[in-house]
Each structure stands twice: as C-alpha cells, then as structure tokens.
C-alpha cells in the first residue's frame, strides 16, 4: 500500500509499504476512505519529536476490512470514523471514551511514532477498536466524520470545560481549524458576544462569515483589547486553541476575575511561565486537556448529523495522497489561504 512517510525535517513522501494487519484479536484494519493534515503533523514535519521513517496522520475515516475476532461493535464492511488517540482500549477510562487516562500502557497518536503508523495512508491498523472507532451514521458526511476523529472533539473539549453560560462574554483565541470548532462548540451554549482573535487575516475573516467579532492581537495586544470590549472586566470565558505560552498567558490576563480558562492548545513547555499571582488574586479556573476524543462522540455525532454542527467549512483544499510533499508544504507555509488539508488515499 502507499503511505504518508516522515524522512526527516520538511521531507514526507509517498512510499510503498507493508499492508498493515491486525494488531491482536481486538483490532480491525481499516481500507482509509478519507484522511486530514492536522497542525500538530506540522511539529512533527519541523523535526520536534519527529522519528523517521514513521507513517503519519491520525485524522482518518474508512471501511473496515477485517475485524479481530474480540470486537463486537464494528464488522467488516462497516465505515467508520477512529479515534486519532487511543489507549489500551480495555481499561475502565479508555471503555469510557477517555483514552488519555488509560491506566495501562498509556495513550498513544496514530502517526507519531513507530508503533502506531497513520492513517494517512491506503490501510490503518486500529487496536482496541470497540473504545477508539464507531460507525459513521447516516447524515454525517465524509468531511465532517473526518473532523470527529480529533479536532471537533478537540474544540468541543475546549469549550465544553469553559463554564460557558447562556449570555455570557467569550473569547476564543486562535482560530485555526481547532480554535473555529472551539468557536463553533462554543455557540451551543449561547454566548451573547464571541471575541475571536487571530492575527491572520483570513482566519479573522472567517470569524466574521460565522458571525462574531473578531480582534487582530496586532492592534494594541489581546489583553488590551478583550478588555476594552468588555468595559474593563475581561471576558467571562476564554478558549486558548494555540498552545504558545504567550496566547496562553494573554488567557489568563484577558479573563474576568472568578472566569474560566480552556486550553486546548498544545503545549509541550515543561517550564511554561505561569503568571500565579495574576491567577491567584483573579480567582480563576484553569483547565487544560488535550483530546480525549471517543468522550465527545455521543454529544458531537448527533448534534453534527441533525444538522447543528457545520464544522466542515474549515477544509479549505482537497488533494490525492500521491500529492502529500505538496500538501504539507502549503500547509506549513500557510500559502493560498490555507486552513486543513484534506487528502484522498484513492488519488
Ligand atoms: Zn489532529
Ligand atoms: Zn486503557
């Protein structure tokens, strides 16, 4: 089969591999109908954490070809949609959608290291498929069961540990494709204002064409702003959907005093400069989490298949796998407005 293979720094191509088969008797093999770039395949094509040689991508859809003789909730045949983070699929937090707190052998991202090739690709072994896969319903499409597999649940998790009140004032800064389904998630529960930052242009743009406001950071800083708009008060909530320390801390500075902070960003600071006594005398809440992704999926698929989550506008290019080089390079380089990439494993 063809895969998606990370050689070293700005260096993916197209390689022939090994057909992938069952990773025990509770996993299937999924022929990849769908797969997406996601901005943390970007650290990895950097360098950061990168282990050459390992097939990327852990945003995919597909059929499944064949099935593990454990798992019950999916067959051959069957399209579904994969968790882009599983855990050891047995224990009691990963059976309920929790796989970042596994209490075995630890959480892993399809496609960033060896053990776990991606999905970007032609086949994806999946372990542990009854906690990391469900089946795609009827009025979910391929695009938007492709975003259920991390950054839809990723952007829920954000706004849905934001304390986000009917009414409220919110800000969600970042609005990446993360940040616009944290901004979308974040409208569920009926914000009166959203104040969406961003430095890039179209990303503001596409803020706006969603309905709120938005804020160039550029412009006198977030903090000043957010509390300019807010009379002085800061925002009830903030979603931070970077993962810089510096949008991390302008969280914190922009919220009102008693309001909630939502990480979702990724950080991998070990020394992040956390300005405590802000914190402290404000009285804030601060969560932080990265996805836990089968958790949202009772929530998200419904509200996604009847029609009251459309977060597929984010896809912004469609391109065959044989282009990934190509695909990666725009996408890093932020070239012709991109937002997410969305690859065809059949072109
Ligand atoms: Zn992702
Ligand atoms: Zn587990």
Redesign the pocket.
Known sequence: MRAVVLNGAHDVSVETVDDPGLSGPDGIVVQVEST?I????LHLYHGDMAEPGVHLG??FIGSVVETGADVDTVSTGDRVLVS?VVGCGACRECRSGWPMRCLNAGSA?FGTSLELPGGQAEFAAVPGADASVRRIPDGVTDEQAVLL???LP?GFLGASRADITPGATIAVIGLGP?GICALRSALLYSPARVLAVDPVAHRRAHAERIGVETIDPADGGTMAQVLEATGGRGADAVIEAVGHDETINDAIMSVKPGGTVSVVGVSTNLAHPFPMAIAMFKGITFRICV?DIPSTWDSLIPLVANGRLHPEDVFTHRMGLSSAADAYRVFDGREDGVMKVLLDPTA
Do not use: R
């Open positions: 997406a996601c901005g943390s395949d852990h945003e882009g991202v597999t991390d950054i990723t993360v996805a």
